[in-house]
RNA sequence: GGGAGAGUGUCCCGAGCGGCAAAGGGGGCGGACUGUAAAUCCGCUGGCUAUGCCUUCGUAGGUUCGAGUCCUACCUCUCCCA
């Protein structure tokens, strides 16, 4: 179905994931004929990356799959800038500290999808390698950069790129900090062509315009031939961006979004996102894939469990994926209490001394106040052990401890918290 | 530098004759229907020790029994003129 002779491309295509390539037959022919190097720029801006970035890490993993070499760029010095591409406000400035930290944060993500260090070090192609382009941007002496570099930009040109143009049609204030981030974007390109050899950025379709600018200057300073290449942007069938959910981003890191509610997630994708959502974030067999896609009606759930399981496998591992179907399998389908459901601890004394139901799922996290139980509980959407409450007024006591010493807290049909007295 | 306008419920957009916890959307949450989906319909969407109290309309003052609304200064952003 591919036109592609190289498997890289191919298996992107068919997967999904490109919306845009420049040249694609040459870029083809390259990763054809040999291993090439490509890189992807993660943004700095949170403690960790969420269900977003995953679709860029996917590609990464493919890249080295297919016998190529990917770096992950991690945005240190970018960051202290901020990309305007898509947004209409500024973003308010980082600290370093805290860029510092989200860095840290992210890398650990990327070593559950990448091989970094095997034998052979840095000099072995089949090795993925974390850069941070604050190595190099923030030595920088801005003279010496303008005329570098500067040179070879013509505002002209930049203001009609959609990043910069969106924000001036708005008019909305774009401060000359940020006009600047596709400059130094083009720039880290160069720079890992120099350092790493590398020849292609991918990204969102959104960072079209800056890959492309990363593309000119790379000819007009070292005559390099570079590439781009695009994925598009996701949205579910219904339209809404991906990665939300009422207790926000959906991150992917196991302290900030459990194994349990990641997988559940996955689980409630909506039929028509099924097969695309197993193509781009599972890596199953395209056949399997479309045994799946295939299931109609009610059968689609069994689709969804797997996308569910091989989502949570790769971010999380084998074992938190299967306790977490495990755990979903005992709570949606016997009504069961499962003990690997979230969990919250309290003092037992507490519990003793009778507590209140506002305050306990306040405490356990399923409301944000008071206010917002006692709307619940008139919802009637309260329950504790699988009991419906009517009341603000109920407490929880001793009693309700089940013998396996945990209250279950649920608010509607699909969010349940344990609280552990201890 | 001169002139005109804007800033509203800490998710977003947006109404708002001096009586306002503040219209209406979107989004989100809950309920019904289903299949833990979508669509549709319904309810909720400042806080509290709650028939009351407290905090909200860019910031700080002022007028008033009472200010999102009127006045003054300041901040930020747009637009026009120089």
């Known amino acids: 179905m591919s036109a592609y002779k190289s498997d890289f491309l191919n298996i992107l295509a068919e997967r999904g994931f490109i919306h845009q390539v420049s040249e694609p037959d040459a870029l083809d022919a390259r990763a054809k004929a040999g291993a090439i190097t490509g890189y992807i720029g ?6 960790s990356l969420h269900v977003g970035s995953l679709l860029p890490i996917m590609m990464l993993y493919w890249m080295q799959q297919t016998g190529h070499r990917p770096i992950a760029l991690m945005g240190g010095g970018t960051t202290r800038v901020g990309d305007p591409s898509g947004k209409d406000e500024s973003r ?17 993500i990327f070593s559950k999808f990448l091989k970094f260090d095997g034998a052979g070090g840095n000099a072995d192609k089949s090795n993925a390698i974390m850069a941070n382009n604050a190595d190099w941007l923030n030595k920088l002496n801005y003279i010496d950069f303008l005329r570098d570099v500067g040179k070879h930009f013509s505002v002209n040109r930049m203001l009609a790129f959609d990043s910069v143009k969106l924000r001036l049609d708005r008019q909305q204030e774009l ?15 160069v720079e890992l062509n120099k350092h790493h050899g590398c020849i292609l950025q991918m990204g969102g379709s959104d960072q079209w315009g800056n890959i492309v600018n990363g593309i000119d200057l790379g000819r007009r300073m070292i005559n390099a031939q570079l590439f781009a290449l695009t994925s598009p942007l996701i949205t579910t069938s219904s339209g809404a961006k991906m990665g939300k959910t009422a207790a926000g981003a959906v991150w992917l890191d196991a302290g900030l979004v459990s194994p349990y509610d990641y997988w559940q997630y996955w689980r ?3 039929d028509g996102d099924v097969a695309r959502f197993l193509k781009l974030f599972t890596i199953l067999p395209l056949d399997e894939i479309a045994r799946l896609a295939a299931l109609k009606g009610q059968e689609i759930n069994e689709a969804k469990k797997v996308l569910a399981s091989e989502a949570t496998a790769l971010v999380h591992g084998r074992p938190a994926a ?8 005992k ?17 037992r004394k507490d519990v003793a001394a009778g507590l209140g139901v506002l305050n306990a799922f306040v405490t356990a996290g399923l409301a944000a106040s008071n206010g917002e139980v006692r709307r619940a509980i ?9 009991v419906r409450i009517t009341s603000d007024k109920h407490t929880i006591g001793e009693n309700d ?22």
């Open 331 to 347: 709570t949606f389908e016997e009504g069961a209490t499962s003990l690997a459901l979230p969990t919250v601890s309290v003092a």
């Open 175 to 189: 401060s000359f900090l940020e006009f600047n981030y596709m400059v130094l974007q083009a720039y880290d390109f």
């Open 268 to 270: 409630n994708t909506e």
């Open 42 to 47: 993660f943004d700095c801006t949170a403690a």
């Open 401 to 422: 401890i089940s013998s396996d010493g945990v209250i279950k807290l649920s608010l509607g049909k699909k969010q349940h918290v344990l609280l552990k007295p201890s």
């Open 92 to 108: 308010r400035i980082l600290t370093d500290e805290m860029i510092e930290q989200n860095l840290k944060g992210i890398r650990a």
């Open 322 to 329: 299967i306790e977490a179907g495990e755990t979903s399998r």
């Open 378 to 386: 008139s919802n009637n959407a309260v329950a504790v052990n699988d």
